[in-house]
C-alpha cells in the first residue's frame, strides 16, 4: 500500500470516528427510545410518553439499599412531580417489579410508569451509569436537562422541575 492511499484511508477512518462520536454525544442528550415490560406485562415505549410535560426517568433496583431510601424520599413529595411523566425503569424480574409497585401504590398514580428492561442494558449502557439511583430530567421536548448518579439531590431536582413547569417564576 502506498503512502497516499494510507493517508486517504486514515483519514477517512477519523472521519468516520469522529462523526460516529458527534451522533453518538448528541443522541445522549435526547430521550433514549427506550421499550420496558410492565407488570402488566404489556411493553412501553418511549414514545408512549405525553411529550406536553417535563418526564423524568428513574432508573432503580428495588433490593438496592439506596435505590429504596431515595424512593422512600421521593414519594414522601410525590406531589411535586404532578405535572411530571415519571419512568420507573429496573432490569429485575417483573415480579419484583410488581412487589414495587404494589408498596408504593404506584397504580394510583396516572403520571408514574413503571417497567423492566430485564437483560438487555440498553439504559444502563444509553447512560453510561457506573451505579443507581440514576436519574434524568427532561423537558418537554425531551432535551435533558439534568441528571444524577447514585447520591440523587431530591431538592435541587425539584427546583430544576418548577423552572421547567413553571418557567416565568
Do not use: W
Not at 472521519?15 to 453518538?24: A, D, Q, V
Not at 442528550?29 to 415490560?37: A, H, V
Not at 423537558?139 to 448518579?149: E, F, L, Q
Request: hydrophobic content about 40%; glycine content about 4%; charged content about 20%.
Amino acid at each position: 500500500m502506498n503512502l497516499n492511499k494510507f493517508c486517504f484511508l486514515f483519514a477517512a477512518i477519523l472521519c468516520l470516528c469522529i462523526f460516529s462520536f458527534s451522533e453518538t454525544q448528541a443522541q445522549s442528550n435526547k430521550l433514549p427510545p427506550f421499550r420496558i415490560m410492565q407488570s402488566n406485562g404489556k411493553v412501553f415505549k418511549a414514545e408512549d410518553l405525553p411529550f406536553e410535560k417535563p418526564i423524568l426517568i428513574i432508573y432503580f433496583s428495588p433490593d438496592c439499599d439506596d435505590c429504596v431510601k431515595f424512593m422512600d424520599s421521593l414519594f414522601k413529595r410525590i406531589d411535586a412531580f404532578n405535572g411530571t411523566s415519571v419512568v420507573l425503569i429496573t432490569y429485575l424480574s417483573i415480579g419484583e417489579l410488581t412487589e414495587f409497585t404494589n408498596k408504593y401504590k404506584i397504580n394510583n398514580f396516572r403520571n408514574i410508569y413503571t417497567g423492566t428492561e430485564g437483560s438487555t442494558n440498553f439504559i444502563k449502557n444509553y447512560y453510561k451509569m457506573d451505579g443507581i439511583p440514576f436519574a434524568a430530567l427532561y423537558d418537554k421536548n425531551g432535551s435533558i436537562i439534568s441528571s444524577y448518579c447514585k447520591n440523587i439531590p431530591l431538592n435541587n431536582m425539584i427546583a430544576s422541575l418548577k423552572k421547567l413547569l413553571h418557567p416565568n417564576l
